[in-house]
């Protein structure tokens, strides 16, 4: 039995180390009520830009050049080691840890940022960077695209764990992709809410025979009042529910076993079985005895993609 914990709470918008202190804080609360495994929402640090779904295209050029330059400041450097408070902090707890990140790419340009989701084993090792492969609609205007070499499934000690962002999970080569890999338990972290979303997580249970993990971000409008840039006119209302949340825990065949958690910030715990996802895949395995390779086939390109090649 695996006691896991996913963090519903907001970030300090636009401010990476307060975030990050926020963060390593609701991990020691998770591994002292025992959880092993703990899980964050998509772009937690320093925060998802909840703006873009509110300003006016074309109209808001000012206000989009402040917010993306804070955002830019405010980035997590992989290579500067910018995660080592919560590489630190699952290796002092021994936990595996998830958490979404607005990466700034290390190499090449170094102004590009990626919507990131990132594994971290109970050692403190990095186990896996997964770059959102298609940001959605006026996300575009802000992550640059990943590639595959991400789109792995990896073994930890509270099992195989694979990871898709949001509207990812809309993607079905996307996810055939992690089924092929021996998935128990997918973590899909997402702005996405409400019934529609969560009835798409207990399909993909149902489909992958895995555990799913739905991370949700919680925001509301005092939330976005942030120091740095005046966001007081998109957000006239501190007290309104700007994203739910709606974390929620589904076990291999679709059935919510926690949550979701709405409207409120906290952690939400649950208990979960991998060895029940044997016995789920009997009579359903998409990426094995159900498949049919002589019909179908996925071909996944790992290379790294990049513009410019030196030799």
């Known amino acids: 039995m695996l006691k896991l914990a996913i963090v519903q709470a907001p970030p300090v918008l636009l401010d990476r180390e307060r975030t990050l202190q926020r963060a390593v804080e609701y991990i020691e609360r998770a591994a002292g009520e025992g959880a092993t495994l703990v899980v964050f929402p998509e772009a937690f640090v320093p925060g998802y830009p909840a703006w873009i779904w ?25 290579q500067r080691g910018d995660l080592r408070p919560l590489l630190d902090a699952a290796r002092r707890h021994r936990v595996t840890l998830l958490c979404g990140i607005e990466e700034r790419g290390g190499d090449l340009s170094r102004t590009t940022l990626y919507n990131t989701y990132v594994v971290i084993g109970p050692d403190g090792t990095l186990l896996n960077r997964h770059r959102k492969l298609m940001p959605t609609n006026p996300e575009r205007m802000v992550w640059g695209f990943g590639d595959a070499t991400g789109l792995n499934v990896v073994e930890t000690p509270s099992g195989r764990i694979g990871t898709l962002i949001c509207w990812e999970s809309y993607m079905p ?37 895995c555990w799913v993990i739905g991370s949700g971000n919680l925001l509301r409008g005092s939330d976005m009042l942030t120091q740095a840039v005046d966001l007081a006119g998109l957000y006239p209302d501190p007290e309104e529910w700007v ?18 958690l709405r409207n409120a910030d906290g952690l939400l715990f649950a208990e979960i079985e991998v060895d029940k996802v044997g016995p789920a895949r009997r009579t359903l395995d ?11 086939q996925l071909q996944v390109n790992r290379q790294p993609q990049s513009p410019v090649l030196f030799k």
């Not at 206000?63 to 993306?68: A, I, Y």
């Not at 996307?174 to 997580?201: C, F, H, K, M, N």
């Open 54 to 78: 509110r300003l006016r295209p074309g109209s808001d050029w000012d206000l989009s050049e402040r917010l993306h330059s804070q955002l830019l400041a405010q980035a997590v450097d992989l």
């Open 173 to 209: 080569l996307a996810r055939y992709a992690l089924y092929a890999q021996g998935i128990e338990i997918y973590v899909a972290p997402t702005y996405d809410s409400g019934d529609d979303w969560i009835e798409s997580l207990r399909h993909i249970a149902r489909e992958g025979g």
């Open 243 to 260: 994203n739910p949340g709606d974390s929620v825990v589904i076990a291999p065949g679709g059935k919510v076993i926690a949550g979701p």
């Open 286 to 296: 998409t990426a094995g005895h159900y498949a049919r390779p002589d019909l179908f």
